[in-house]
């Protein structure tokens, strides 16, 4: 998702110059900066403040400037001392915000914004720029309001149309979502990030086809536009529209992209010494109450515990982390360095210079990766982990860790990674910090029986609907609940209902629930006897929490990485038999497994126990599968690579 942030200055103040040669040096400085040379138009701004040291705009100019070249400390004083000699000026608290956000200070900035508009109701820019922060703090209802009052101001602002649908996106308002960035374009048709973010909007809708649209009229416009080729990429996730080869070959363009615009590091800081203590890098937006970080949690714990004289783990939070999850990751990472505001080569840069011996990629094409990172390759070994389920493409990234259900050998040609297999499971997941226990199974106490998924609602396409429509038809006693953040709108549900009614199935054997908060919705596993698994996109998180509440999954075994998830987990779980290995065994599973009540009322009083003792929850045990695989992998390196030069080199 991709906000439009207004970071341009605004230059005018009340005051005209007080003298010729001050606003020569201003309109020189100005052309200087326009054209990109900034050194040159520092000097001017910095000639201008030394010519009428009692100017506003001097010193906001002099600001703007610092701003433009990174030094955000640098703008902040300048900015304030433009208010220091008029403190009712408009751009600077306007501009000070602008500072305040780049050193991530979302408080002051928002207070710096709503004096902006205090002082001048009418500017749209300030209205935006504190809906940018409302959305970034989580406060998305307060952030559509102002987006609101930006557009009643500028109705023909055609971007912020889009920054309002990507917070009613995230307000799980996904209809009014694709409708306003829609308006975004009825406005503007050449606006990338708006055809962009139309697909990610349609895509929540399970309208596929019509996303892919988006996200390829996006690529008309702008062939090189990262962050549309990596949403594409994650969009093709939700069905097998495309053989592998055909996503094979957008996952390397993708790569190639990055790739031109990178300047790949040839010597890095580390010695090539292979057993010293390695410092390890974790790249990702999602550091937090999020699946990554419960998958993530219990792993960075047990390695500060068992391994911290030989692994340094250094996180590089990509977007706002601050939850409690965020915050128990953070005490087991010996360095913690936000870089949501570093340009690629700024974080490439950081990460050299920490010295980071093995930099792990946790996103993919998930939001808020910094992929094209890794194409400068910062860190001499690379490896995607976590959080996707497919090739990055980026084929300076040279490992991908499996295990031995996931990736089979005949899909590893179409991954540009080298597959490294975990012994057991690939994932190790952290028990919830609060939740209910399982209770009795539901079926028992003659309620219907309860089939469920509470998966992502794209994910159940056509084909998912057409199976389960057969287990319930086959299963005349029971019902199916699903649970997902779309379903809170009427039209998502009705399109759910018609889809099973075109199938047979009545709309009083659905119940359709929205979103609801972690406890309050693992609670609603009580009310579920038997989980079904969609395809070709099956479960994760879903299916650990699912298990961990007592309910087992039923999955269909794929080719590929993705839909091999369920199986991962289910062998590791001791659930062999809950894995299909096509549709029409999926609906005798569920048949069989629904109609034998007393063996799933004692697996549910079981299935907690039996999976915190499986190498699903073994973090320890898993922690030491992990760190062997990083030291060999580091060992193999150091035997390649041989002694080098510790530098900084860079290669195109």
Not at 210 to 215: C, K, Q, V
Not at 279 to 304: I, M, N, Q, T
């Amino acid at each position: 998702m991709d906000l439009f942030r207004t970071l341009k200055a605004r230059n005018r103040d009340a005051r005209t110059a007080p003298d010729r040669r001050a606003l020569v040096f201003i309109e020189q400085g100005n052309s200087l900066e326009r054209a990109g040379e900034f050194d040159s138009a520092l000097q001017a701004y910095e000639a201008a403040v030394r010519e009428a040291p009692n100017w506003p705009r001097a010193h906001l100019n002099h600001g703007n400037v610092l701003l433009a070249m990174g030094d955000a400390p640098g703008c902040l004083a300048a900015y304030e001392r433009a208010l220091t000699h008029d403190p009712n000026y408009v751009g600077a608290h306007f501009n000070l915000g602008n500072a305040y956000l780049r050193m991530g200070r979302l408080d002051a900035a928002l207070n710096s914004y709503v004096e902006a508009v205090r002082l001048d109701r009418e500017f749209a820019d300030a209205h935006v720029a504190i809906g940018c922060v409302l959305e970034d703090l989580g406060r998305v209802q307060e952030a559509i309001a102002s987006y609101e009052l930006a557009l009643a101001i500028e109705p023909g602002y055609a971007p912020v149309h889009s920054n309002l649908a990507n917070a009613l996106k995230r307000a799980s308002r996904f209809c009014d979502a694709v409708q306003s960035h829609r308006r975004a374009l009825e406005l503007d048709p050449s606006l990338v990030q708006a055809h962009n973010n139309l697909g990610n909007a349609l895509q929540d809708l399970g309208q596929l086809d019509e996303a892919e649209d988006s996200y390829r009229r996006a690529l008309a416009l702008k062939s090189d536009d990262v962050d549309t080729r990596s949403n594409l990429l994650f969009s093709h996730n939700y069905r097998a529209k495309h053989p592998p080869a055909v996503l094979f070959a957008e996952a390397k363009a993708f790569g190639d992209v990055v790739a031109l615009g990178a300047r790949r590091y040839t010597a890095w800081r580390g010695t090539p010494d292979p057993s010293r203590c390695l410092r390890v890098g974790l790249v990702s937006g999602d550091l937090r109450g999020h699946p990554v970080g419960y998958f993530l949690e219990s792993v960075v714990a047990a390695l500060k515990a068992e391994a911290a004289n030989r692994l340094q783990l250094i996180a590089y939070p990509t977007t706002r982390c601050d939850d409690s999850t965020a915050e128990r990751i953070k005490t087991h990472c010996r360095e913690w360095h936000p870089v949501q505001d570093l340009s690629d080569e700024a974080l490439a840069r950081r990460i050299h210079d920490d010295a980071i011996d093995i930099l792990i990629d946790l996103s993919g094409h998930t939001a808020h990766n910094r992929l094209p990172v890794f194409a400068w390759k910062p860190s001499p070994l690379q490896i995607n982990w976590l959080g996707y389920f497919a090739t990055t493409g980026v084929a300076e990234i040279d490992y991908l860790i499996a295990d031995p259900w996931t990736v089979p050998e005949s899909q590893a040609a179409y991954f540009t990674e080298k597959i490294w297999r975990l012994p057991e499971t690939r994932l190790c997941f952290t028990p919830p910090d609060s939740s209910p226990a399982p209770d009795e199974l539901p079926a028992m106490g003659g309620a219907v029986l309860t089939f469920a998924c509470f998966n992502n609602l794209t994910k159940v396409g056509d084909a998912v609907i057409a199976v389960w429509a057969r287990v319930l038809a086959a299963v005349p006693a029971s019902r199916l609940l699903l649970k997902s953040p779309q379903l809170g709108e009427a039209q998502v549900r009705e399109r759910i209902v018609a889809g099973f009614a075109r199938h047979g199935i009545d709309a009083d054997r659905l119940v359709l629930e929205g979103l609801t908060p972690r406890f309050d919705y693992l609670a609603a596993y009580r009310r579920v006897d038997i989980a079904l698994d969609p395809f070709p996109f099956t479960g994760g998180t879903t299916t650990a929490e699912s298990l961990w509440m007592g309910v087992p999954v039923l999955t269909l075994a794929g080719e590929s990485f993705l839909s091999r998830q369920g199986v991962g987990l289910l062998m590791n779980a001791g659930l062999h038999d809950w894995i299909a290995n096509d549709v029409d065994q999926y609906v005798s599973l569920a048949v069989a497994h629904a109609a034998d009540l007393d063996r799933l009322a004692a697996l549910r009083k079981s299935l907690r126990r039996r999976l915190i003792a499986s190498p699903i929850m073994d973090a320890r045990r898993f922690a030491g599968h992990f760190e062997a695989a990083l030291r060999a992998m580091w060992q193999q390196w150091c035997g390649t690579h041989g002694p080098h030069r510790p530098g900084g080199g860079h290669t195109r």
